[in-house]
C-alpha cells in the first residue's frame, strides 16, 4: 500500500508551504541584505563560513519547516530518498567526510549542513506533496520578482543598482551582475515554456520573458547571454514529439557525438591541427568584446591549479579555500594584488576542494541526472525539455562561473532541486501512483 498525504494537511497548504520554501531559499542565497553591494570578493561573499547571524537565521527557518513538512509525509520522504539520484547522495556525504582532512573543518561542516537543507527541501517538495511543476514555476515567480526589483532599483538608485566600474552593468537587489544574468536567463527560458503550454494567460507570460530579457541585456553578462540562447534552442528542440520516441536517449547520443566528431574532423583539415582552447572560444569571445581567457581568468585558474597539485585526490576540504585573507588562498591575492571570490570555473573549484575522487562523483551525479531525463522524456516530454534545457545551461555556464557544488548559490540549488524533483516523478510512475493533482501544475492555486 502507498503512503498517502497526511488529512491534516490540505493539498493548497502543500503546494503554497513548498512554493515558499523554494521561493525564500532562493531570495536567501540571492538578495544582498544591506545597501553595501560595492563590495566584492570574500566580505561579500563568504558570510556564512564566516558565520553571519542574518544568513543562519534566514536558511535555518526554511530548513526547519522542510523538516517540519518532510516529517509530515515522512513516508513519501523516504520512498524519495531511497530513489534518489545515488551520486549526488554520495557527493554530500563525501563533503561531510571532507571535514577529516580540511584546512577549515568547520566552514565543511557548515556549508556541507547547507547542502543537506537543500536535499531537506528537495525531498520535502517533491511530488506528491509539491506538484511536477511547483518547483519550475516557483523559481520562474521569484526570479521574476527579483528582475522586476533589481530594475527598479537600477533606474532609481543607480548608486545601488548600477555597476559603473563595469561599464554600466545592472546588478539591482544582487551581489553581481553576472548573478543577475545568470537568474534572468533562467527566467526567460521558463517564461518561453509557459508562453508554448499556454497554461498561463499568453499577455502574463509574453510580459514576464520581455522583462527577464530586458535585465538579462542590462546586467551586460556575455556568458549568460550566451547559454540563455543555448538553453532556448535546446529546449524548442526537445520538446518536440520526434525525439520522444524509443529511442530518444540513443538518437541524441549518438547526434551529439557525429557532431563533435565532424566539427573535429572539419578543424583538422582546415587548420591541420586539433582545435586549441583559442580556436574554440576566439571568435566568440572577440565578437563580444572579451579576452580568449575570459577577462583574465584564465590567470586565477592556473594558480588555483597550483593548490590542486599539492592535493590531488582528495581536496583541501570542501569549501576551505576561497576563504579571504589569511586563508589558503592567500598567495593568489599576493600575486594578483587582489583576491576573487572564487576560481571563476565550478570544475576546477571542485576538483580543488574535494579532488579527482570529489570531481568524479559530481560528474556522475550529473550523468545520472541525464540519465533520469532521458527516462522522464518516455512519461512527461515538455517537463523533460525544460529541465534538461536549463541543466546545460549549469554546466556550460561552470566553465566560467563557480555555482555547481557551491552550497547555496542559485544554479547548485536548481541542480538540487531539479535531481531530487526528476526522481520523485519516476519513482511515482513507477509506483503508479502519481495523483491527478501532483501532474497538473499549479494553474488552480
Same mark, same amino acid.
Given at each position: ?9 490540505? !493539498? ?23 545597501? /553595501?553591494?560595492?563590495?566584492t ?14 544568513? +543562519?537565521?534566514? %536558511? ?5 519547516? =522542510?523538516?517540519?513538512?518532510? #516529517? ?28 577529516? #582532512? ?32 511547483l518547483? /519550475? ?5 521569484? $526570479? ?9 532599483v =537600477?533606474?532609481?538608485?543607480?548608486n ?9 552593468? #545592472?546588478?539591482? $537587489?544582487?551581489? +553581481? ?19 508554448l503550454?499556454?497554461?498561463m ?5 509574453? !510580459? ?5 530579457? %530586458? ?22 528542440m @526537445?520538446?518536440?514529439?520526434?525525439? !520522444? ?6 538518437? @541524441?547520443?549518438?547526434?551529439? $557525438? ?7 574532423? %572539419? ?12 580556436? @574554440? ?12 581567457? %575570459? ?36 598567495? *593568489? ?16 573549484? *571542485? ?11 559530481? $560528474? =556522475?551525479?550529473?550523468? #545520472?541526472?541525464?540519465? +533520469?531525463?532521458?527516462?522522464? !522524456? ?12 536549463l541543466?546545460?545551461?549549469? *554546466? ?12 547555496? =548559490? ?8 531539479s535531481?531530487?524533483?526528476?526522481s ?9 501512483? @502519481? ?11
Amino acid at each position: 500500500m502507498e503512503p498517502a498525504l497526511s488529512p491534516a494537511l490540505p !493539498a493548497r497548504f502543500n503546494r503554497r508551504l513548498s512554493m515558499a520554501l523554494v521561493s525564500l531559499s532562493l531570495i536567501f542565497s540571492l538578495v544582498a541584505f544591506t545597501l /553595501s553591494v560595492g563590495e566584492t570578493g570574500p566580505a561579500a561573499t563568504h558570510e556564512l563560513a564566516e558565520g553571519s547571524s542574518l544568513r +543562519q537565521i534566514q %536558511f535555518g527557518s526554511i530548513f526547519l519547516a =522542510a523538516i517540519w513538512l518532510a #516529517w509530515q509525509h515522512r513516508q513519501w520522504t523516504w520512498l524519495h530518498l531511497k530513489h534518489a539520484n545515488p551520486f549526488l547522495i554520495a557527493v554530500v556525504v563525501y563533503c561531510f567526510a571532507s571535514m577529516l #582532512w580540511s584546512v577549515a573543518p568547520m566552514v565543511s561542516i557548515k556549508r556541507t549542513a547547507l547542502l543537506v537543507g537543500l536535499l531537506l527541501i528537495g525531498l520535502a517538495t517533491a511530488p506528491p506533496v509539491g506538484d511536477t511543476r511547483l518547483c /519550475s514555476r516557483a523559481m520562474m515567480f521569484t $526570479i521574476t520578482g527579483i528582475a522586476a526589483v533589481s530594475a527598479v532599483v =537600477a533606474l532609481a538608485l543607480p548608486n545601488v543598482g548600477v555597476d559603473f566600474q563595469l561599464g554600466g552593468a #545592472w546588478r539591482g $537587489i544582487l551581489w +553581481q551582475k553576472n548573478v543577475l544574468g545568470s537568474i534572468t536567463g533562467f527566467g526567460v527560458i521558463l517564461w518561453l515554456r509557459e508562453c508554448l503550454t499556454g497554461d498561463m494567460p499568453l499577455p502574463r507570460c509574453i !510580459a514576464g520573458l520581455v522583462l527577464c530579457f %530586458f535585465v538579462l541585456i542590462m546586467s551586460k553578462s556575455a556568458t549568460s547571454l550566451i547559454v540563455t540562447v543555448l538553453g532556448c534552442g535546446i529546449y524548442l528542440m @526537445l520538446r518536440r514529439k520526434y525525439l !520522444a520516441g524509443r529511442h530518444t536517449q540513443l538518437v @541524441l547520443s549518438m547526434g551529439l $557525438i557525429l557532431t563533435v566528431m565532424l566539427l573535429l574532423h %572539419f578543424g583538422y583539415v582546415i587548420t591541420g591541427h586539433l582545435p586549441t582552447w583559442n580556436d @574554440l572560444v576566439g571568435p566568440i569571445t572577440g565578437a563580444l568584446n572579451k579576452s580568449s581567457d %575570459f577577462t583574465g581568468r584564465g590567470e586565477i585558474w592556473k594558480l588555483v591549479l597550483l593548490s590542486v597539485e599539492r592535493h590531488p585526490i582528495w581536496g583541501i576540504g570542501y569549501g576551505g579555500f576561497w576563504l579571504g585573507e589569511g586563508s589558503a588562498s592567500q598567495y *593568489i591575492k599576493d600575486l594578483l594584488a587582489w583576491m576573487p571570490a572564487t576560481g571563476h570555473q565550478g570544475y576546477i573549484d *571542485i576538483l580543488n576542494e574535494l579532488g579527482a575522487v570529489g570531481l568524479g562523483l559530481t $560528474i =556522475a551525479a550529473l550523468f #545520472w541526472h541525464f540519465y +533520469q531525463l532521458g527516462r522522464l !522524456a518516455f512519461i512527461d516530454r515538455e517537463e523533460a525539455a525544460i529541465h534538461f534545457s536549463l541543466i546545460v545551461l549549469v *554546466i556550460v555556464s561552470n566553465f566560467s562561473e563557480s555555482q555547481l557544488l557551491a552550497d547555496v =548559490a542559485f544554479q547548485n540549488i536548481y541542480f538540487f532541486y531539479s535531481s531530487l524533483n526528476v526522481s520523485a516523478i519516476l519513482d511515482l510512475h513507477r509506483k503508479g501512483a @502519481l495523483p491527478a493533482a501532483a501532474r497538473g501544475g499549479l494553474a488552480h492555486a
